[in-house]
């Protein structure tokens, strides 16, 4: 894969997923623009793409404003001269249940991933549209906003609201040659440890050991370097043709989620009242009803081994 001469924004690329995508994509040859709150995080990023030869600056900065979006479409043109991709990767969780998520958990959350990604974006396509040589938007998305998922109202819906990004965005830029994409993935990184089912296998790598090979199949869990390979395919001229798709990727797995579309449907002649929908309801549209949350994999062996 070769991103010689391309410039690539990451934000939330001081750790976990999004370093690994800053440090795959420079190691394809693009120039990168490490972005992350923590300036300590996004200088060892860069760092690591200095010794692996490659070239990255650190632009520090919280995404979820316009002022932070220009700010870094601004750095990738004043430091590299053009942008090609936008990577919106930052992120942070607040989990509670609904009853007890306050006002500032939600809005923390729909702030950094729902505002983040709408405001690098748009940001983003405005320089694109005026380059004139297409572009792409990496978005980053998440198996709660595909599925719903248990304590995670505020996630759930941005990551949702997300996919919806992908699917209106590759419809208006498309004439611009411009891709949008949603990646839904699944590594091992500080947002996942403290998941309870995912836990052991994250404190085995930090044991050194490897994921089961098993585990990286059937829960397609693996680390960060995993899904950083989806990132530089998009960022390349060899995904010029994919757009408005929510491809997920980790461990062993690559695959494609489907969109929403009516199932089912059912007619009546003038149309449905609540005792016709009642009556019709259960033999009809409702006869296998839609599952919701996110399904636990079957892993077929024992966990991993403790340590000694
Ligand atoms: N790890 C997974 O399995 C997984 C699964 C689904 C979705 N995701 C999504 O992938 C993305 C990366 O997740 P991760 O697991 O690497 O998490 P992480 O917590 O390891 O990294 C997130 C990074 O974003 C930075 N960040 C937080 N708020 C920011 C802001 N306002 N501006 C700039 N940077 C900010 C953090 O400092 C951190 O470096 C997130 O959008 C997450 O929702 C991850």
Redesign the pocket.
């Known amino acids: 894969m070769d991103l010689n001469g391309k410039v690539v924004v990451v934000?939330?690329s001081?750790?976990?997923?999004?370093s690994a995508y800053a440090q795959a994509l420079a190691a394809a040859g693009a120039r990168v623009v490490v972005?992350?709150?923590?300036a300590e995080?996004a200088q060892a990023t860069v760092e690591q793409i200095a010794a692996a030869g490659g070239t990255a600056v650190a632009e520090v900065?919280?995404?979820?404003t316009t002022e932070a979006a220009k700010t870094l479409v601004g750095r990738a043109v004043a430091e590299f001269g053009r942008l090609d991709a936008m990577v919106t990767?930052?992120?942070?969780l607040r989990d509670k249940v609904l009853w007890n998520m306050s006002d500032d958990d939600f809005d923390a959350v729909i702030q950094?991933?729902l505002r983040?990604t709408f405001t690098c974006a748009r940001e983003a396509v405005k320089h694109f549209r005026e380059a004139g040589e297409g572009g792409r938007l990496i978005l980053?998305?998440?198996?709660?906003g595909q599925r719903g998922n248990f304590g995670q109202t505020n996630?759930a819906a941005a990551?949702a609201g997300i996919a919806a990004f992908a699917r209106t965005w590759a419809m208006e830029c498309a004439k611009a040659r411009i891709t949008v994409n949603a990646i839904?993935?699944?590594?091992a990184?500080?947002?996942?440890r403290t998941i309870p089912f995912l836990a052991p296998y994250v404190e085995a790598m930090d044991r050194g050991e490897p994921i089961p090979a098993v585990v990286r199949r059937a829960a397609s869990f693996g680390t960060?370097d995993d899904v950083a390979g989806l990132v530089v395919f998009l960022a390349s001229d060899a995904a010029a043709a994919v757009t408005g798709q929510c491809i997920g990727i980790?461990g062993d797995r690559l695959s494609l989620w489907s969109h929403p579309e009516e199932l089912r449907s059912a007619f009546r002649d003038g149309g449905w009242d609540a005792d016709a929908i009642a009556d019709a309801y259960p033999a009809t549209v409702g006869e296998v009803p839609q599952t919701y949350g996110i399904p636990l994999p079957k892993i077929p062996t024992t966990q991993p081994k403790a340590a000694p």
């Open positions: 934000t939330g001081g750790q976990g997923l999004g972005n992350d709150v923590n995080a900065v919280g995404v979820g990767n930052a992120g942070i950094v991933h983040g980053a998305g998440s198996p709660a996630y990551k839904i993935p699944n590594a990184t500080s947002m996942t960060a980790g």
